[in-house]
C-alpha cells in the first residue's frame, strides 16, 4: 500500500497504481477521485508513503518521491527517481532514470 495527498485530501492506495490527471480531473486505477480544488486550479499531488506505478498527466509532474514504473507529462518532468520510462512535452529533470527518456527540451540526470 501507498498513502498520497491530493490537495490536502490523504489516502491509501495500492502500489500498483494507475495515476491519470487529465483536464483537472485525477483518476486512479480508472475511478474518478473527488478532491476539493484549490484557488489556482492545480493539482497538488504527493506521495507521502510507498510508490506509485504509473503516472500521466496532460500538464506538468512535480514529484518528490519515487515513481516504480513509466511517468508521462505534456509539460515538463521533476521526480526523483523513476523505475521506467519519461516522456515528456518539454524538459526532465530526475536523479536517476532506469528507463529510456523522450523529452521536446532538455534531459538532466543527478547520480
Sequence with gaps: MSTISINGKTMNISSNANIQIVNGKVIIDNKN???????????????????VRNISSDSSINCSSDIAGNVTAGSSVKCKNIDGNVTA????KCEVITGNVMAGGSVKTMR
Design 33 to 51: 477521485v473527488e478532491y476539493t480544488s484549490n484557488d489556482n486550479h492545480v493539482i497538488e499531488l504527493h506521495i507521502l508513503e510507498g510508490s
Design 89 to 92: 512535452g518539454s524538459s526532465v
